[in-house]
T-cell receptor, first 113, second 112 residues
Framework: ETGVTQTPRHLVMGMTNKKSLKCEQHLGHNAMYWYKQSAKKPLELMFVYSLEERVENNSVPSRFSPECPNSSHLFLHLHTLQPEDSALYLC????????????FGSGTRLTVV | QQQVKQSPQSLIVQKGGISIINCAYENTAFDYFPWYQQFPGKGPALLIAIRPDVSEKKEGRFTISFNKSAKQFSLHIMDSQPGDSATYFCAASVESNYQLIWGAGTKLIIKP
């Protein structure tokens, strides 16, 4: 384990379902990130939270809704997703929002059917 | 301007050989160039990083070569081992900015 834990590891959901992805870190980091990883494409930054405030929302569709209740936990709430949203969703954390030394979780493999 | 172009997409190297992965960028404001390594079922992990004030950085069998004038940087893995088989990502950014710009990745396979 890297210190960043993501659950669940795998998720299959229908297009009308509502589900949430969870990320937890106990590294003392104060910035957390959601990334989307699709095959043969660069990692896509979705959201950034610094000190529990959202500082970036990279034109992500509203069917993805992040929540950061404290500096150790990050959620991604999903609803009415599309098949093209199927991907690996990665959570990362760091000291501040300087990009040096991200620690990634192992990801949630999401399949939308 | 914001892209980082990574090549090749996939690479097969014999055990003991040298693996070389290349990246090119356009934005001259970038001042931080990390490489991440990702094994199947895991998230990326920082492998090695360089800043443009040096032309080379070495950590064990891993070396970054940086050519500022050509706006290119590369990862060299010496004496490649089967355990090095993974996907490698280059990235670039302005260090003070959280926005890492990622290459598309290179799947490296080391044949025994």
């Amino acid at each position: 384990e890297t210190g960043v834990t993501q659950t669940p590891r795998h998720l299959v959901m229908g297009m009308t379902n509502k589900k949430s992805l969870k990320c937890e870190q106990h590294l003392g980091h104060n910035a957390m990130y959601w990334y989307k990883q699709s095959a043969k494409k660069p990692l896509e930054l979705m959201f950034v939270y610094s000190l529990e405030e959202r500082v970036e929302n990279n034109s992500v569709p509203s069917r993805f809704s992040p929540e950061c209740p404290n500096s150790s936990h990050l959620f991604l709430h999903l609803h009415t997703l599309q098949p093209e949203d199927s991907a690996l969703y990665l959570c990362a954390s760091s000291h501040g929002t300087s990009n040096y030394g991200y620690t990634f979780g192992s990801g949630t493999r999401l399949t939308v059917v | 301007q914001q892209q980082v172009k990574q090549s090749p997409q996939s690479l097969i190297v014999q055990k003991g050989g040298i693996s070389i992965i290349n990246c090119a960028y356009e934005n001259t404001a970038f001042d931080y160039f990390p490489w991440y390594q990702q094994f199947p079922g895991k998230g990326p992990a920082l492998l090695i990083a360089i800043r443009p004030d040096v032309s080379e950085k070495k950590e064990g069998r891993f070396t970054i070569s940086f050519n500022k004038s050509a706006k290119q940087f590369s990862l060299h893995i010496m004496d490649s081992q089967p355990g090095d088989s993974a996907t490698y990502f280059c990235a670039a950014s302005v260090e003070s900015n959280y926005q890492l710009i990622w290459g598309a990745g290179t799947k490296l396979i080391i044949k025994p």
